[in-house]
Structure formats: C-alpha cells, structure tokens
C-alpha cells in the first residue's frame, strides 16, 4: 500500500500508561512512534492508557512523526475497546499484534469500514508467530489490497523467540531464514518491513551490528525500546552522501538524449542498467525525505 515514500529508520515504543514519555516523545529525533497499548502495559492499566494515548493525540505536537497505536489482539478483553479508541484518536496507522493470517487483518480492516475509519488510515502488522511465518506471503499480499489498508510488517522477534524457542543469539543465525522470508513477503506485497528490537540497549556495538545487519538484509528500519538507540539507528538506515551521489549520477545518466533508449551504459567506469536507476530513485527519495525532516 506504500505509495508516498518516507523514512521509517526508527520506530520507538512508548508505553501509553506513561504520560511523561508520551510527552517527551515529542522533543525525539524520530521517524515513527508505537504507542503501546500491549505489551509495554500491565493489565490494570490499560483503561489509563488508553485515555492517556487518545488526549496526547488529540493535543497534537508529534510533528512530522508518524504516530502508531500498538492495540491488544481483538481476542483479548481489550482489543475491540482499543480499537474503537484508535479508530477516533485518528494516528497515521494502527499496529495489529499477533497476525497469525491474512484473515486477521481482514477482520481488523472490516472493522475499520464499520466504524467509518479515515480513509488515510492504515494498518501495521506483527510478525511475530510461527503461524505468520509460515503464512508470511499471503499476509503480505494483503498490501496489494486497497480495502485491508496494509502499509507495514514490523518483526516481533522476542515473541518469534518464545514461540518457537529459538535463541536470539547475537549474530541471529536462527532467526535469519524467517527474517529473510518476511522481507521477501513484505516486498511482495509492495509494503516497507521493520526489524525486531534489540533488547540489551546498553550495549551500544552488538546495537549498532544488528542495526547494519538489519540494514543489509532489506529492513527499512529498527523497532526501538529506548531513546539512546536512535543515533545508531538512523546511522545504519540512512543512505551515506556517496550513495545518494552515486544514485543521482545513476539517473542523470539515463536521462540524457542519447541514453534514452537504452538499457544499461557506462558511468563513470562502470556498467550500470535501468534496475540500478530504479533503486537509486528510492535512495534519492529517502534521502531527501529525511533532509526534509530537518
């Protein structure tokens, strides 16, 4: 569903029981916001968060960010009430836990229609299941569905862990061919993916190394669990100056008259086809979406 490209580097949880990051939330150097209403908040506290989430939205002042609401699963006391609260505190998106098929995200999107969601509203997936990875490429494919408002999976890879009891060992080799899977899905189905978060947030380089592994397996940005993680992060899912140089050289090659009408030429010692132009119009696009950001 992905039409308008911006950056999505960084997404940070905030715990919607807590008013005060909610707040400071505002002053962070971040793409995205996940408004927590699961697993970020304890049972008795859901009713506070809620309201909490809904007056902070309301009051306005996230800027540029992209503001998510993480609901409870629809199966659980809270789902349907968060839901209801999402759908009237009006974020960019709504993040829909425990996806387990296309199905459920029909359901969600159904209930969207129902309560007369706005149109620009859209969902997030978790993939955090053994039954999503199994049925990645159908949830996926739910991208290419203007009524199910898909725009973005984002990997739940401690959720992965406990349910298939894999380690996440540094290195992540045991989660790699689901990782890999659901960004061949995510691309599929034409939607942007977000890696897992790193739960030792104060080890700054085995941060930094997931984030770069994150970055070379396709990710287009990191889920975060604390504000300290943000610097590395853009780092790694941000194209360098010689990318973005390198990509405009790319396009303004082919759109020169006499390169019209082919399919790859030289530049600047290299062979480069129209493939390589294509993904350079995407680094261009990031690159200036986040100089825009300021």
Not at 90 to 119: E, F, G, T
Not at 174 to 200: E, F, H, K, Q, S
């Amino acid at each position: 569903m992905t039409a308008t490209i911006r950056p999505r580097r960084s997404a940070l949880y905030m715990p919607g029981s807590n008013a005060r990051a909610l707040e400071k939330a505002k002053t962070l150097d971040v793409d995205c916001l996940l408004l927590d209403l699961e697993d970020a908040v304890a049972p008795d506290a859901k009713d506070l968060a809620r309201r909490q989430i809904s007056d902070a939205i309301a009051a306005g002042g996230y800027g540029d960010r992209e503001v998510v609401i993480r609901i409870n699963a629809l199966e659980t006391p809270w789902g349907e009430t968060d839901l209801q609260a999402a759908i009237q505190a009006a974020p960019d998106a709504i993040l829909v836990p425990k996806v387990n098929s296309a199905a459920d995200l029909q359901r969600v999107a159904h209930l969207l229609s129902l309560h007369n969601a706005p149109a620009n509203l859209t969902l997030w997936a978790m993939m955090e299941t053994p039954e999503a990875m199994l049925n990645a490429g159908a949830i996926g494919a739910c991208g290419r569905d203007p009524e199910v408002r898909l725009d973005c999976f984002v990997m739940g890879t401690n959720d992965l862990a406990k349910e298939t009891r894999a380690q996440l060992t540094p290195g992540r080799a045991a989660m790699t061919p689901w990782l890999m899977t659901c960004v061949a899905a995510a691309r599929a189905g034409g939607i942007d993916i977000l890696d897992g978060v790193y739960n030792a947030f104060q080890d700054e380089e085995g941060f930094a190394a997931e984030c770069r592994q994150g970055a070379e397996m396709g990710m287009d940005g990191k889920t975060l669990i604390h504000p300290k993680q943000l610097a590395p992060c853009h780092a790694a899912f941000s194209p360098s100056e010689e990318e973005v140089d390198w990509a405009r050289r790319i396009n303004d090659a082919f759109e020169q008259p006499e390169n019209a009408d082919k399919g790859a030429i030289q530049v600047d010692g290299k062979m480069v086809e129209r493939l390589h132009a294509e993904m350079g119009k995407r680094v261009i696009a990031i690159a200036d979406a986040i100089a825009a950001r300021g």
